[in-house]
């Protein structure tokens, strides 16, 4: 498996597929032909269908700028990834180079016929019964081996602060998202409620929702936020760090710790499934940052490595089958208040995880979940999948919001 710098990236929101993944392939491919007078973008399936509510054209033509950009949203079938851009540099009339490039999710791509650049293997198993073997035989703990194979401290440390300075700028930013919905934040109204909320229980799950809807509502802004895995799901991993750090007070050594474990788990799910909203909806996207969240908060809880797994495997479990139907194709309706439900789960999932355990053994492995969750997101319609052509994208009535 790959760096857990390949799955955690800053960058503007507010898609990793969509916004993440373009930006970065204009940005090679602008280095690579520094001599052309104008580019061409052509935009293929998602990325063609919710491009403009996902700020793609506006990314590729910031991308390129000053040299021009035209951008084309194109139609096509039988396309090899249901996020396909191709890039190609002009000399006046004269086709220097084009590249066909696929956003695979995360922020991550690939070019067709150039070997893979998102980096070397740096983790030599490839799922959690290899990795629990090996820590049991190693008598180490899972943020250990993440230890073992990279020196991720110095990263891992810049992530979390990206993620607590995205959240308190929501939190201190008022009045309407961009696009066509319309929407109020609300984040700020939220903390607002918390902070005079005087049962515990309701105040923890307010200041959570406040801190998710805050980096969520950041991120469909096209704010600096983290791929957590994905920037569509980049409100329950900063929610829960920030609620940690600032309200449980824990040391910032432990959030890494935690970071450790819940980036592990994202990286098994992009390495055995996927995490793009594009091929396996919405579940690969919410229910891999509920499981990844998850983990974490099991870990902060002190709940040992079966008990952390166990609350991994819930955050997917109770996502399967969730669909990806953004309406307007704006990272908004459903999403943002869906990362902070997931956040909650997340929570909720690792306190099950602790007592469930104590009582039965869990009968659903991690890999299992993961191997479903896949299964599951290749069943799921191509409308249903990041297009905006079913689900709440066609009832929601874009006059209404």
Avoid at 52 to 57: E, I
Avoid at 161 to 182: A, E, H, I, S
Avoid at 382 to 394: F, I, K, V
Wanted: hydrophobic share 40%.
């Amino acid at each position: 498996m790959k760096s857990l710098k390949e799955l955690f990236r800053i960058g503007p929101g507010p898609s990793s597929s969509h916004t993440l993944g373009p930006q970065r392939a204009a940005k090679l491919f602008k280095e690579a032909n520094p001599q052309a007078k104008r580019y061409q973008a052509d935009l293929f399936g998602s990325l063609a269908l919710t491009g403009k509510g996902h700020m793609s054209d506006m990314i590729i033509e910031q991308t390129f700028a000053p040299i021009p950009c035209e951008i084309h949203f194109k139609s096509g079938d039988n396309l090899k990834h249901p996020n396909t851009l191709v890039l190609s540099a002009y000399d006046d009339e004269k086709l220097l180079d084009s590249w066909t490039v696929y956003s695979i999710g995360g922020g991550a791509i690939l070019i067709e016929g150039k070997a893979a650049e998102d980096g070397k293997e740096v983790y030599p198993h490839e799922s959690m019964k290899e990795i629990s073997e090996y820590c049991k035989e190693e008598q180490i703990a899972l943020w250990q081996y993440v230890d073992r194979f990279e020196d991720i401290n110095d990263y891992l440390n810049d992530i979390l602060l990206q993620m607590c300075r995205t959240v308190d700028n929501g939190l201190n930013t008022k009045g309407v998202l961009p696009g066509k919905l319309k929407l109020e934040r609300i984040a700020r109204g939220l903390l607002d409620k918390a902070n005079v909320c005087e049962n515990p229980m309701e105040k923890e799950k307010l200041l959570l929702s406040a801190y998710a809807y805050s980096a969520s509502e950041e991120n469909a802004a096209g704010g600096i936020t983290v791929t957590a895995p994905t920037l569509g799901s980049s409100g329950v991993l900063p929610a829960l760090v920030y609620y940690y750090y600032y309200d449980r007070k824990l040391q910032r050594e432990e959030l890494i710790k935690g970071l450790k474990i819940a980036g592990l788990v994202g990286n098994l799910i992009k390495h055995n499934a996927t995490i793009s909203g594009a091929q396996g909806g919405c579940q690969a996207e919410i229910g891999a940052a509920c499981a990844m969240g998850a983990a974490m908060v099991a870990y902060l809880r002190g709940l040992n490595q079966h008990q952390i797994e166990y609350a991994a495997e819930m955050g997917i479990e109770h996502h399967l089958g969730l669909t990806c139907d953004p309406v307007g194709g704006y990272v908004m309706i459903p999403c943002i208040e869906r990362n902070a439900v997931a956040a909650l789960r997340a929570m909720d999932a690792a306190v099950l995880a602790e007592f469930i355990s104590k009582v039965k053994q869990n009968r659903v492995s991690f890999d299992m979940i993961v191997n479903t969750m896949n299964y599951t997101g290749k069943k799921l319609p191509m409308e249903l999948r990041e297009t905006s052509l079913g689900g709440l994208a066609t009832i929601v009535p874009l006059e209404s919001c």
